[in-house]
């Protein structure tokens, strides 16, 4: 019988750095925009009143992968995780399963890295400096990848004083109110998006937005005159427009299909990205499953060059018994 490795969140983050992880997501907005990776539309089951279930599936250079994960914006209340689950990797030639990772190791590698590979393609070339609004999990690691990219430093705002200030601390940088946070060159959102965080009237010129909190229909983070100020960037237009941050101004006719473009054509040079240093640019990510098979990768190549251990299962007819 095959042995499958296990990959927990501390396999999966020793496996792939904030700098890998920013050249993989990279890659994998480039190999979606080309074609040459497959993605099927992800399956959301609501499980009401906790939040909703995702699952996730990609294949591309050879791997097959299936992430099954919440968004449950309540469970903190009750000391759980808001992203929680595994993803499932299979060889896209035999079929045969090769790995279980844990998945929110995966995913806030992945959702941080695109706060960067955005940052890289859209902010002005003199940017620096860095606002984190919600500095919970996933707002950490965008931080960290941003730093990894060599941004900084920033300012980190959560009413949760304690995540601001550890995040900070961590990274050298400081804590400020929600009015200096959202004044930076790069400014990342990632709260559960309940309610906007970012208003028309703190927007300055030359500003790049990544905006990661809305991955669901019903949330939003940026109010729409401040939208209306900004160009439009998203992960992908299908899953933007049905379930991130662009899913209001899209039903309500707000935002059209031709004001969006596509990070992925940017970074292949098919659409043009920041125009002047006027601009401000607004990244829209709602997360995309070939992001998640972009890390997977990384994982599955330290682990067979040895530069990780992991535990393995055996998946066979014997553990099924009973
Ligand atoms: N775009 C993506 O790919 C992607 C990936 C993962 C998570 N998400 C979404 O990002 C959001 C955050 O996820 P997480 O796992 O980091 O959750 P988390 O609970 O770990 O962190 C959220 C943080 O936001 C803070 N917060 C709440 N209201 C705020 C406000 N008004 N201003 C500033 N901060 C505020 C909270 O105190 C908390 O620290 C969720 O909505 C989740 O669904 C998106």
Not at 182 to 190: C, E, F, K, Q, S
Not at 248 to 271: F, Y
Request: net charge negative; proline share 6%; with cysteine.
């Amino acid at each position: 019988m095959a042995a499958i490795p296990v990959f927990d969140s501390e396999a999966v983050l020793a496996a792939v750095s904030p700098a890998d992880a920013i050249a993989r997501t990279r890659t994998a907005f480039e190999r979606h925009a080309a074609g040459e990776w497959a993605m099927p539309a992800k399956v959301y089951v609501d499980a009401p009143p906790n939040g909703d279930f995702r699952a996730m599936p990609a294949r591309g250079d050879g791997l097959a992968t299936l992430k099954w994960v919440t968004s449950f914006p309540h469970n903190p209340e009750r000391g759980l995780p808001v992203v929680a689950g595994a993803l499932l990797a299979s060889s896209a030639e035999t079929g045969a399963l090769v790995a279980i990772m844990d998945c929110a190791a995966i995913t806030s590698l992945r959702t941080g890295a695109a706060a960067a590979v955005s940052a890289q393609a859209l902010a002005r070339a003199d940017a620096g400096s860095v606002g984190v609004i919600g500095c919970g999990v996933n707002g950490a690691w965008a931080a960290r990848c941003l730093a990894a990219a060599g941004y900084g430093p920033g300012t980190c705002f959560d009413p949760r004083a304690e995540a601001a200030a550890s995040l900070a601390a961590e990274l050298g940088w400081e804590t400020g109110e929600l009015a200096e946070a959202a004044a930076r060159d790069v400014v990342v959102t990632v709260t559960p998006a309940a309610e906007p965080v970012i208003g028309e009237p703190g927007l300055r010129a030359g500003q790049h937005l990544a905006v990661l909190g809305a991955d669901a229909r019903g949330k939003a983070e940026v109010e729409a005159a401040a939208l209306a100020r900004c160009s439009l960037f998203c992960d992908e237009w299908e899953q933007a427009s049905k379930g991130g941050e662009l899913s209001g101004p899209v039903a309500a006719g707000l935002v059209e299909r031709e004001r969006v473009t596509e990070l992925g054509d940017v970074l292949l040079g098919r659409a043009p990205g920041r125009r002047d240093d006027e601009e401000i640019t607004l990244f829209d990510s709602t997360g995309l499953a070939t992001q998640d098979l972009g890390i997977a990768l990384g994982v599955l190549e330290a682990w067979r060059e040895g530069r990780i251990d992991t535990p393995t299962v055996s998946l066979g007819p014997s553990d099924q018994a009973g």
